[in-house]
Structure formats: structure tokens, C-alpha cells
């Protein structure tokens, strides 16, 4: 069944506004002139690309209020964290528009006459998600525009506002970027056709796979950030209150729903006592937050916890799915590997947190998922925090901070988090042609 393009507003479930699907007709449109515009853009010098991508990151600061009030409309993000989001949007393009002439020149090999270019490769299709509206079409799309393809964008059927205002935003810009309201089949057909040259996608684990299966048989190349289970590593501190909150705060962002949470707090024996009570006394004096993105969304969160609670795990506050799409702030303890929270991403308020007795069980418990995004760990000793961050096996590690976030930093993950990165230096160079070039001497 095909899902409609709406706006819904997250507490009441009203709908808003209907978007008409696009025809195959429309599909066929938009592959035709992505293809053109590539054919046009690739060879535009990259200072002058650094250019178009300065007016985008100019376009995003100057649209910035109007961007936090459609994704606060569209899927509940607080006011403050949309002009947070669309602040992250103009670093990225400011970042590629700085630093990608150099990531992209011609680097010279050891080998006499021997050197390897960047090149474009085409037409690329990103599938993007809800969460994060703006952030996520900024990380695929700049470096990929700056590099010299073309993006053809679907985004997520509950943001079509979002989806239609960055398309505006960007092309007013002068670059290549078509918007386009596709369904599921019709993703296959873009994914099949010769003209898109590459996938990124950003969703869910089982999405994720069905996007990989479809790319890898039509041997196009996709890039996927999918869900994360990312741990939280105490391993001692010298101020439970301050490091609680800072665990509270993070988990609680977006309300939740971030792909790199941190969804598993892992505190070893002598501080997991001090440590949950300070949690429950964040969530009790918390302020009620707004609604997640969806009631469905909110009826998740509540299905894994409600699983776990009935199956043994303590439910220490919150727990109350409210109308709409309200879900309260909620801590949990005792999951077990026989609960759907300890092994499916609980994408919502919810804190988890493990006790554990030792370094290395909190390794091992760190490294049981089929998770990999994220990680981070905690102690008054670096050093000591360190050497337990280099055993886990995620994209991402962090010491004595739950995530660090620039433009300038890679972002990406591993296992059941998906391959390929995004940003940084490493983001630029996903989807273009690696291309030797020889000259004889």
C-alpha cells in the first residue's frame, strides 16, 4: 500500500495537507533532468560549485526560522532545536564549500607520472528520513554537489513541506537538485535506471536491506546509516548529577529520536544506584515534553516498553502513552536478552541502563548488538576511558563525550548500522570515480 504524502500534526493526528504522489510520468521527468543537469554541472570548475554551495549555506541561515517552524509543524521538533538543525545545514555547506577544492584535487601517487583524480559519477538518489529533515539532506547533498553529481532527493512521506522548501532553497542556489514525491515502487524504477549512478540511504535496518538488495543487483553503489543501539559507558566519575544530566540530555534530543542516542547506559556497580536515581529525578522534573513524530511512532515506544516490563524489566518512571503522539519520559532497568528492547532500537524518551561489574562485562555488553553507529565512554581517568573506548565496535567512539558533531568529522557506522560514511573528509569522496591517471615518462 502505497503511503500518502501528508502533513500531520504530531499531538492531534490532524491532517493538514495532502501531496499527490508522483506519476511515473513525473519520475521519468525528474531522471531526465537530473541526467541533463549533470551533464552541466560536471563541468562547472569546483571553485564556482564552492560558490553555489556558499549561496545554499547564506540560503539556510537567512530561512532558518521558517525551517524550524515547518519541521516543529511536521514532526514536533522543539523550536530551538530546528534553528539548531538548519545552523548544522549552513556549517555543512560552508564546511564543503571551504574545504572541498582541495579534498578533491588531483593527489600525486609515488609511482612517476602516476596520479589519482576525483571525478563525478552521475546522477545519485538519497532516500531520506523524518528525524532530522533538513540535516540529513544537507549531509548527502552537499558534498555529493560539490563533488559534481546531480541528486535526485525522496525524502520521507510525513515531510513533504520540508522536502519542497529545500528543493527550493538549494536550486534557487543554482544547483542540480530535483525533489521528487516517489513511492516504493517507483523507487525501484529509479534505482534500476541507468541514469542514477548511486543510492544513500537513511532509514531503518529493514528498509536499509531492501535498498542494498536493489542497488547491489543493479551494481550501483549505496551508502546506509541505519538504526543505532549506541552504549553509554560510566565507568566512574566524580560527579554522578552533572554526567547523569548530560546522559539525560542527550538521550532526551529530538525526544529520542536520533539514530546515534545514547538508547543503552552501561554504568559499572559502585555509581548504577546513584546514577538511575539521578535519571528519575531528571525525567520526574522534566517539563512534558512535546509529541514524538507520529502516534504509530509513539505506539512503538510503548509496544518495546511495555514488553519489557511484562517480561520482568523495572519501569521506574514514565512509561504513559498519552494521546496522540505523546510518550512520557521514561527509565528503565533489568532488560534482558529475552525482551525486544534489548535487542530492537527504542527510538523515543526512553533511558535503558545495565548494570554491570567490570570493565570488560561492560565491553562485552557494549559490543552484544547488532548495532554499531555510535559509543561513548566515561571516566575521571582519559586514559583509562580510552582504553576501554578502542575494544567496542562502532563507527563512532567518543571519550568523556556522548557524540562529537562538526561538519569536519566522518559519521557513519558498522554491523546491523549500515557502511559508508558521511561528512568530513570521507564523505566527499563515497560517490565519485577514484580515477587513475598515468603519463608515461
Not at 163 to 181: H, K, M, Q, S, W
Not at 298 to 313: F, I, K, N, Q, S
Not at 347 to 361: C, D, L
Request: hydrophobic share 45%.
Amino acid at each position: 500500500m502505497t503511503r500518502p504524502y501528508a502533513v500531520t500534526e504530531p499531538a492531534t493526528g490532524q491532517v493538514l495537507e495532502l501531496f499527490a504522489p508522483a506519476t511515473d510520468a513525473r519520475v521519468q521527468s525528474a531522471l531526465s533532468t537530473a541526467d541533463k543537469l549533470f551533464a552541466d554541472w560536471r563541468a562547472v570548475p569546483v571553485t564556482e560549485r564552492a560558490a553555489v554551495l556558499r549561496r545554499i549555506a547564506r540560503a539556510f541561515a537567512g530561512h532558518a526560522e521558517e525551517l524550524a517552524a515547518t519541521m516543529a509543524l511536521e514532526m514536533g521538533k522543539p523550536h530551538a532545536e530546528g534553528l539548531e538543525e538548519a545552523d548544522s545545514c549552513r556549517e555543512i555547506f560552508e564546511y564543503y564549500a571551504t574545504e572541498g577544492p582541495g579534498l578533491l584535487a588531483d593527489e600525486p601517487l609515488p609511482t612517476p607520472g602516476a596520479v589519482l583524480q576525483k571525478r563525478p559519477i552521475g546522477a545519485l538518489l538519497g532516500i531520506m528520513p523524518w528525524n532530522f529533515p533538513c540535516y540529513q539532506v544537507a549531509r548527502f547533498a552537499a558534498p555529493n554537489l560539490m563533488a559534481g553529481n546531480a541528486i535526485v532527493l525522496k525524502h520521507a512521506e510525513s515531510v513533504p513541506r520540508s522536502a519542497l522548501a529545500l528543493e527550493r532553497l538549494i536550486t534557487d542556489a543554482g544547483a542540480p537538485y530535483v525533489n521528487l514525491f516517489a513511492t516504493h515502487p517507483q523507487v525501484e524504477t529509479i534505482i534500476a535506471d541507468p541514469r542514477i549512478q548511486g543510492v544513500s540511504f537513511t532509514g531503518s535496518e529493514r528498509a536499509g536491506s531492501a535498498v542494498a538488495a536493489l542497488a547491489g543487483q543493479h551494481l550501483k553503489k549505496c551508502v546506509l546509516e541505519l538504526g543505532g543501539s549506541d552504549p553509554f559507558v560510566v565507568l566512574d566519575t566524580d560527579d554522578v548529577d552533572a554526567l547523569a544530566a548530560t546522559a539525560w540530555s542527550f538521550r532526551m534530543y529530538n525526544k529520542g529520536q536520533a539514530c546515534n542516542s545514547n538508547k543503552r547506559i552501561i554504568v559499572l556497580a559502585g555509581h548504577y544506584d546513584a546514577f538511575v536515581a539521578a535519571l528519575v529525578a531528571r525525567a520526574e522534573e522534566q517539563t512534558p515534553p512535546g509529541p514524538l513524530a507520529s502516534r504509530a511512532a509513539a505506539e512503538t515506544v510503548a509496544a518495546l516498553v511495555d514488553d519489557a516490563v511484562a517480561r520482568g524489566a523495572t519501569l521506574h518512571t514514565g512509561g504513559v502513552l498519552g494521546p496522540g503522539a505523546f510518550y512520557s519520559p521514561t527509565v528503565l532497568t533489568g532488560v534482558t536478552d529475552q525482551m525486544r528492547a534489548f535487542h530492537e532500537e527504542l527510538f523515543g524518551p526512553v533511558a535503558v541502563v545495565y548494570r554491570v561489574g567490570s570493565e570488560q562485562e561492560a565491553v562485552d555488553l557494549a559490543n552484544r548488538s547488532a548495532f554499531g553507529l555510535g559509543a561513548s565512554v566515561f571516566s575521571a581517568d582519559p586514559a583509562r576511558a580510552a582504553g576501554v573506548a578502542d575494544l567496542l565496535d562502532a563507527g563512532m567512539v567518543n571519550v568523556n563525550t556522548p557524540a562529537a558533531t562538526s561538519a569536519a568529522l566522518p559519521f557513519g557506522g558498522t554491523k546491523r548500522s549500515g557502511f559508508g560514511r558521511e561528512l568530513g573528509p570521507l564523505g566527499i569522496t563515497e560517490f565519485v570515480n577514484q580515477r587513475l591517471f598515468f603519463t608515461a615518462g
